[in-house]
């Protein structure tokens, strides 16, 4: 029934397994991936007709984790999966990269990739199994597919590399890097590093290169025993050339000219007056207008392209290393607890950073575990800032990938939870784009977070780097515009400190790109970042010393772990009263932590007090200031330790004798007493004729002394 076809092969020291024929038999292509015990059904399907109508390629990718790959039920109400998580998001974008430049030029077939995590054994991650079986159920699909490609994980610690680092090891790396490419080029990176060097995440990038060609040599056997026939390739229209050769007689000057335009919007008028024009050329010739907007996209890349590459000069009057005009200021929102605003050339980016307790960390319920989040970092696009309407919602694949990436960025630049009890959430709204919007967002971010006073390791930067590449030569460009992103062949971004890379995230447009290549976007992206931070110091250069006055400041204390439970009370009643009556967050640890966060310090300091009334015992012969919370005959009761309350004796209220003890206090007043002493029973004895009301000194001798002058 079944026509199995297999492929195994050892690699970082697992076994890989490749399998087709057993499961999703009717997709253009399967394959079950199997690594350790982590195993993802990858399936590859593909419209037999293009979609009329369309001018780009409709690529779908969905990577999706069942809950039942890790013997978990999902939370939640329904006890189902919903909608992907940030992290499925990621992943969804991981695949596509790479794979999207490898499909044949004019193919417009909706297409769509499923991969479906069916077991993780939580030590070896699904991401790279997930991308190796997309290129292999592409491979042996029959589907236009120029591949395939192989992926690997790369870490480093003590100066060696390591290939797919399993969970705890990538704990202990100094480097997480995913790399992804063909035989012979790098298509795609995507990384989080602790301040390397160039070298160091160049020497990472290839390293997975050379790992990953074992895979690549197991698909195409694979691929050769059980690959289904190739489907034709797309025929260009015979009336493409023509509409070219009169486009360019017709317009070609024109929208050269128009490219000399260097403010954005000025541009786009001046071009879209151009294309208008161009397509009126065909107004009458059905056939030839149905290609004619692709046809004047070329032309577009054309000169654009050659422009630079003939020239060394950019769209907007740039050469290929200048870094576009910058403008830094903080503090420019009064009641945010940190906030930025950063605008390079015509990119701006406001940054707000807002700091909170433990109480609003994010749960996040993953495959390998439940875990806490503290640092959170939100990017937001919204279609003003390209002076476009759009829809307003909720954050697409592309507003979390770039969040994302800022969070690589700046997280390994954060000092640890215990040196710093905040959590800490950053907002970038993106208030005007043309180009690298994310790595505004990083810089933004940077200013943001030491303008709410969280000490940074050293403030960060990014840059974002492109490509034009003919057979004629190359040009890597630093600080790259939208349309230079749209027409060129490269998305090279690069963020880090003077120290070294923090972050580095790689997109391809062409079918790879070499090590040379990279090494020079490497240099040319550190000699920018250099200049970006220097910047951005003429705001800032370093985290202010305190929070922001209307910030929560958080004081820590430690308590035995056997308090815990009498400070949280019978069903949380106690510590909920606590949090009510002196306006603080209160969070409590297992090993006995408490974090009291309040922005005022006094009621701060109650908290603290009472938390330590119940956790300890007062002291006796001590003084403590405190409140007279009830007169009686014989005496009064006094607040004087958190909850705690003891009883002055109307004989201990003055050293002269008291008829009535409302004569000398009244109720609410605030008095220092000091503890005579505590019976078996818990009850505590105070005196105030021993301590000077004013300044709360002991005076029990003196009041000894005087007592024992007294005539009989």
């Not at 076994?15 to 087709?20: A, G, I, N, P």
């Not at 590459?309 to 420019?332: A, N, Q, Y």
């Not at 250069?541 to 209307?550: L, M, N, Q, T, W």
């Amino acid at each position: 029934m079944f026509q199995i076809h297999r492929k195994e092969l050892m690699w970082g020291g697992r076994k890989l397994v490749l399998e087709t024929g057993r499961m999703a038999r009717q997709a253009d292509g399967a394959v079950l991936v199997t690594y350790g015990e982590t195993t993802v059904l990858c399936t590859a399907v593909a419209a037999r007709a293009p979609r009329p109508g369309i001018d780009f390629f409709p690529l779908t990718v969905n990577y999706q984790e069942k809950t039942f790959a890790a013997g978990k039920i999902p939370g939640g109400f329904f006890k189902r999966e919903g909608r992907p998580s940030e992290r499925e998001t990621l992943i969804c974008r991981l695949i596509d990269r790479p794979i999207r430049p490898l499909f044949a030029d004019g193919f417009r077939n909706e297409t769509q990739i499923i991969a479906t995590v069916l077991s993780h054994d939580l030590e070896n991650d699904s991401d790279i199994v997930a991308l190796i079986g997309t290129s292999a159920a592409l491979t042996i699909s029959g589907i236009p597919f120029m591949g395939p490609i192989g992926a690997a994980k790369v870490g480093y610690a003590n100066g060696e590399y390591i290939l797919n680092p399993t969970a705890k090891q990538i704990e202990e790396s100094q480097l997480d890097l995913v790399v992804a490419g063909t035989a012979d080029a790098v298509l795609m990176v995507e990384s989080e590093a602790q301040e390397l060097s160039e070298d160091v995440m160049l020497g990472a990038v290839m390293f997975g290169h050379t790992a990953f060609q074992p895979v690549i040599q197991a698909i195409i056997e694979l691929a050769e025993r059980c690959a289904k026939d190739p489907w034709d390739l797309p025929a260009e229209a015979p009336e493409v050339a023509a509409v070219k050769a009169k486009m360019f007689e017709s317009v070609g000057s024109e929208l050269r000219e128009a490219y000399r335009e260097t403010v954005k919007q000025n541009r786009y008028a001046k071009v879209g007056a151009v294309k208008k024009k161009a397509l009126a050329l065909f107004a009458d010739q059905p056939a030839e207008l149905a290609v004619a907007g692709g046809v004047f996209k070329d032309l577009e890349s054309d000169i654009v392209r050659g422009n630079i590459l003939e020239t060394g000069i950019r769209i907007d009057g740039r050469d290929t290393k200048t870094v576009r005009p910058i403008v830094c200021e903080v503090g420019v929102l009064p009641r945010a607890h940190g906030a930025a605003l950063f605008t390079r050339g015509e990119t701006q980016a406001l940054v707000v950073t807002t700091l909170g307790t433990g109480q609003d960390e994010q749960i996040i319920d993953a495959l390998t575990g439940e875990y806490r989040e503290h640092f959170m970092l939100h990017y937001n696009f919204p279609p003003f800032s390209v002076g476009e309407t759009g829809r307003v919602g909720s954050p697409g694949r592309r507003e979390v990938g770039h969040g994302k990436l800022a969070w690589r960025a700046v997280h390994p630049l954060l000092p640890k939870k215990e040196e710093f009890p905040y959590t800490v959430r950053v907002v970038s709204e993106i208030t005007e784009s043309n180009g690298s919007s994310s790595m505004a967002t990083v810089c933004g971010t940077s200013l943001s977070l030491m303008d709410a006073g969280v000490p940074l390791k050293a403030p960060v930067a990014g840059i974002a780097m492109g490509l034009i590449k003919e057979p004629s030569g190359f040009a890597v460009l630093s600080d790259i515009l939208g349309d230079e992103d749209h027409l060129g062949d490269m998305d090279f971004k690069v963020a880090g400190t003077e120290s070294g890379v923090t972050s580095l995230q790689m997109d391809i447009k062409i079918a790879g790109i070499t090590e040379e290549i990279m090494k020079i976007a490497l240099g040319q992206a550190r000699d920018g970042r250099l200049h970006i931070l220097g910047e951005m110091a003429r705001a800032l250069d370093a985290s202010r010393i305190e929070v922001k006055s209307h910030a929560p400041r958080v004081t820590m204390i430690t308590v035995p772990k056997e308090k815990i439970r009498e400070v949280i009370g019978t069903g949380g009643k106690v510590i909920r009263e606590i949090c009510e009556k002196t306006n603080c967050k209160i969070d409590i640890e297992d090993d006995g932590t408490i974090k009291v966060a309040a922005t005022d310090s006094a009621d701060a300091q109650r908290a603290i007090d009472w938390i330590k009334s119940i956790t300890s015992e007062p002291e006796v012969g001590t003084i403590y200031k405190g409140k007279v919370v009830k007169l009686v005959e014989f005496g009064a009761f006094v607040n004087f330790f958190g909850n705690r309350d003891g009883l002055v004796h109307i004989s201990e209220l003055a050293s002269k004798r008291v008829a009535k003890v409302g004569d000398v206090i009244q109720e609410g007043q605030e008095v220092r007493v000091k503890v005579l002493g505590i019976d078996e029973r818990g009850k505590v004895r105070l005196s105030m004729k021993v301590v000077d009301q004013a300044t709360g000194e002991d005076i029990s001798k003196k009041a000894a002394a005087e007592a024992a002058a007294e005539p009989a």
